[in-house]
């Protein structure tokens, strides 16, 4: 530990330095202009001498203690369930939190008068000056991690614990951050907030959906982008390529405003397709609906040019609220939404909670010691067990559908009885609320999703008894390759265009089909126009897909002869290519097929 007190440091003071390229991993697509902005805040020390040098020593032991409780925490916390990478991040702050060279520079720099934050911030210039004469990769990552840590001493020492969200956006901002959950985005000013650069960050998590689904371009893995930005200088996001300029100049920002336009008037021409008919050349239509999760989508839905929501992730209001939101809360949701819809029909999926999508106000012990959460205690899993919620959950769509037809749908169905018991559950509210003489729904239809792959062994069973079914190539993906979809480092190995979930798919349509029963697609895969004409090609013709993905989509189906792709397919399946990606980016060039 004394060791590692002297070698920290690196990199940090970049205010003097040029323009900077940087690319990372693009999760949604976009260009954007703003300033930076660090979802945890940097803090500028504004008072430097002290006034009574003892309490300025008792904040700082203060501080230590409290950062070395939350690091144990955090510690304690990551012993279950997280990457070794994190634990390993963790060891290493733990080591600088109990460091007693670097508490002792501080109460040095205390001594000779300054105040506590003076203090710190002074200790850590001078730990970076000395690094930046050694040339280690190595000693630069231990050096972000002391960083980090002085930064979190500073938040503490001043006071100011809260996120960039809690402080409010008051410029057009890019936001930094190592990582982000799909709550904390959520907390921002959606006006305000043009794009979001991660250090970590992966496709298909919720973060990334919930982004996509509010229009916020997005890019990870963009290493060190943290400590080679200074809060308030002018980033360039471009979101297309995943790739940003900070501190452009005057010739880099006219380049980038010139493909800004351009892109713009891409999406503008998108625009124009989004509200034509999804109709193939030969005549095939395919149903085009949105993913939503917030009234605001729904009352977005006419300008999307979709013809319905096919999954609206109820668990979104459970993930914005600080407390558990009650039927009332959920009913008045439910009507507004449906209201926003007017004719066009609105599946109401179940909550989703577990997973990355953890609640604080929900979250079982068992479940935060869950090694592996997306295969853990969620969605309808936990529904089943907590049947007061799903109750509430019933009447709540029960009475927002009175004298419509209500489409609900459940997640995470990995055996038909779960569904039974599920739609059995309704069933009881339904007869309840008829009994009480309340209003009812007109009619309930019933779907599952299939996003468990043990669930495409068991359709014979379970068809007859849907009126719908929901593919979520999200999950399934990832149960099928056995791939963490928040996991950064798997964010590109595996493509949703490998045949093996592309046969699997096929099966599961030929299925539905044979049965007579409706089979839409949900997940990300869907909106985008490559995947969507190979989905087209194995049989699909229903999808629900993220608002911006409408037109491109569209613009796609619009161009392409499904009884061409479908041949092709056939063969395709039958002998995979080594690339498929590749060779059906080529098919579609060919056939002139707008694929973006
Ligand atoms: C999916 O898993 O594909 C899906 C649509 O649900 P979610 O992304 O909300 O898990
Ligand atoms: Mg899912």
Known sequence: VAAASGLLVVQGDTSSAGPLRLSGLKLVAGMARGEAVFHEPRIVVEHIVAEDTEAERERVYGAFRRMREQIDNMAKEAEFGTTAEHQEILETYRMFAYDEGWSRRINQAIDSGLTAEAAIERVQQRMRARMQEIDDPLLQERMHDLEDLSNRLLRIVSGRM???????????????????????????????????????????????????????????????????????????????????????????????????????????????????PAQTLDGVHVSVMVNAGLAEDAAALPMTGADGIGLFRTEFQFLVSATLPGRDRQQRLYTKVLEFAGERPVVFRTVDIGGDKALPYLTDEAEEQAENPAMGWRALRLSLDRSTL???????????????????????????????EARSLFEKQVAWAARAKRPVPTRVDYGAMLEVPSLAEMLDQLLPRLDFISIGTNDLTQFLFAADRSDPRLAQRYDWLSPAILRFLKRVLDAARAAGVPARVCGEMAGRPLEAMALIGIGAENFSITPAGVGPVKAMVRSLDAAAVRARFDQLLARPPKDMRKALTDWARRHSVTIG
């Open 162 to 276: 809260g996120t960039a969200a809690q402080s409010g956006l008051t410029r057009d901002t890019v936001l930094v951050a190592r990582n982000l959950g799909p709550a904390d985005l959520l907390e921002y000013d959606r006006r305000r907030l043009k794009a979001v650069l991660l250090e970590e960050g992966s496709l298909t998590s919720h973060m990334t959906i919930v982004a996509r689904a509010i229009g916020v371009p997005v890019i990870g893995r963009l290493n060190d982008i943290r400590h080679s930005v200074e809060e308030g200088e002018t980033i360039l996001v471009d979101g297309d390529n995943g790739s940003v300029i900070i501190r452009p100049t005057r010739p880099l920002a006219t380049g980038f405003e010139q493909r800004m336009a351009m892109s713009q008037k891409r999406r503008a021409e998108f625009a124009a397709v989004r509200t034509l």
């Open 390 to 420: 799903m109750k509430a959950q019933a009447r709540a769509l029960i009475e927002a559908s009175a004298g419509k037809v209500l489409r609900v749908m459940f997640p995470m169905v990995s055996e038909p009885w779960e569904y039974e």
